[in-house]
């Protein structure tokens, strides 16, 4: 089971950056998905999520509006489109995989990829 | 939104001490919870979840107790591999919310 992102780098507050995760190891199509950033100070803040079957999206507040979560099944890959993006988003953005079993596991994290966002 | 007040920030430990932290949740949430351990550059990796039931291949001296609002989380003899991070996650709603960890030092 292995989740590899990709797409992080340095962008001007008020950009855009396009972040994608490819899963592999497992049949994707079955687990839900979650990006978790970690922030410059080390605390973790989950983003997003979105099931199974995409049916199911959740952002956190500070992000919706501006953040897209979406998945290319035909790829394996989960994908976050970031807009507007504000110094507050800088930070190390995971990609993981949540598995149902007595409540939501988040069994599996990729390796991170990161995002500052800088004039 | 739930808010995770984890405690304490940070601890120094010696090789074979036993450790506590804790997890306070700011509403009900049964046993939604987990625990996550993040070394120096590495990703967080799922240490227990449901607060209590041991991850698959984590040593059984991590140990995780609690429900509804105060939840625990006990490594019984400290290895010098458990030198990290740790953080309490709870996954009973949306937004899913992280505790603000706990640095385990070498003392």
């Known amino acids: 089971v292995h989740l590899v992102e990709s797409g992080g780098g340095l962008v001007k507050p008020g950009g855009s950056l396009r972040l994608s995760c490819v899963a592999s190891?497992?049949?994707?199509?079955?687990?839900?998905m979650n990006w978790v950033r970690q922030t410059p100070g080390g605390g973790l803040e989950w983003i997003a999520h979105?099931?199974?079957?995409?049916?199911?999206?959740y952002y956190l507040d500070s992000v919706k509006g501006r953040f897209t979560i979406s998945r290319d099944y035909a790829k394996n890959s989960l994908l976050l489109q970031m807009n507007s993006l504000g110094i507050e988003d800088t930070g190390i953005y995971y990609c993981?995989?949540?598995?149902?079993?007595?409540?939501?596991?988040?069994?599996?994290w990729g390796q991170g990829t990161l995002v500052t966002v800088s004039s | 939104a739930i808010q995770m007040t984890q405690s304490p920030s940070s601890l120094s430990a010696s090789v074979g001490d036993r450790i506590t932290i804790t997890c306070r949740a700011s509403?009900?949430?049964?046993?939604?919870l987990g625990w996550y351990q993040q070394g120096p550059g590495k990703a967080p990796k799922l240490l227990i979840y449901a607060t209590s039931i041991l991850e698959r291949g984590v040593p059984s001296r991590f140990s995780g107790s609690g429900s509804g609002i105060d939840f625990t989380l006990t490594i019984s003899s400290l290895q010098p591999e458990d030198f990290a991070t740790y953080y309490c996650l709870q996954d009973y709603d949306y937004p899913r919310t992280f505790g603000q960890g706990t640095r385990v030092e070498v003392k």
């Open positions: 509403q009900h949430i049964k046993n939604y």
């Open positions: 190891g497992f049949t994707f199509s079955d687990y839900s």
């Open positions: 993981v995989r949540g598995v149902v079993s007595f409540g939501v596991k988040f069994d599996t």
């Open positions: 979105i099931s199974d079957n995409s049916h199911y999206i």
